[in-house]
């Protein structure tokens, strides 16, 4: 079995679109207090949970075709997505330590995805 790019495409913006919903989680969590309307009418978490959702249509029809050994490390994607955003919105330093992570996950992807 051999994983079609249209499978590769769908899983890559399912990782993009997860690591938004991690934004917005973000977000939606900075503002809850001991009130549960802060829960309850929290847009952000709840866009965050939406976008989660949505990450996962995607996933879903991404993996229905392909091998699921090369599709689901992709997923990891997301990680360096979320760690863009971090560093965008929320001002976070990125380490050389994280760096070396993001080359990590991208080495990886890559060995899963030559072929033989």
């Given at each position: 079995?051999?994983?079609?790019?249209?499978?590769?495409?769908?899983?890559?913006?399912?990782?993009?679109?997860g690591?938004?919903?991690?934004?917005?989680?973000?977000?939606g969590?900075?503002?809850?207090?001991?009130?549960?309307?802060?829960?309850?009418?929290?847009?952000?978490?709840?866009?965050?949970?939406?976008?989660?959702?949505?990450?996962?249509?995607?996933?879903?029809?991404?993996?229905?075709?392909?091998?699921?050994?090369?599709?689901?490390?992709?997923?990891?994607?997301g990680?360096?997505?979320?760690?863009?955003w971090?560093r965008?919105?929320?001002?976070?330093?990125?380490?050389?330590?994280?760096?070396g992570?993001?080359?990590?996950?991208?080495a990886?992807?890559?060995?899963?995805?030559?072929?033989?």
């Amino acid at each position: 079995m051999s994983t079609p790019a249209r499978s590769i495409f769908l899983v890559l913006i399912a990782s993009f679109i997860g690591s938004f919903g991690a934004v917005f989680l973000k977000f939606g969590a900075g503002r809850l207090h001991r009130r549960i309307s802060t829960l309850l009418f929290n847009w952000r978490l709840a866009a965050g949970v939406a976008l989660y959702l949505l990450s996962f249509v995607f996933y879903f029809l991404g993996v229905r075709e392909g091998e699921l050994s090369v599709l689901y490390p992709m997923v990891a994607l997301g990680y360096i997505w979320t760690m863009f955003w971090s560093r965008l919105f929320f001002g976070e330093p990125l380490t050389r330590r994280k760096a070396g992570g993001i080359l990590l996950i991208l080495a990886g992807v890559a060995l899963l995805n030559f072929p033989g």
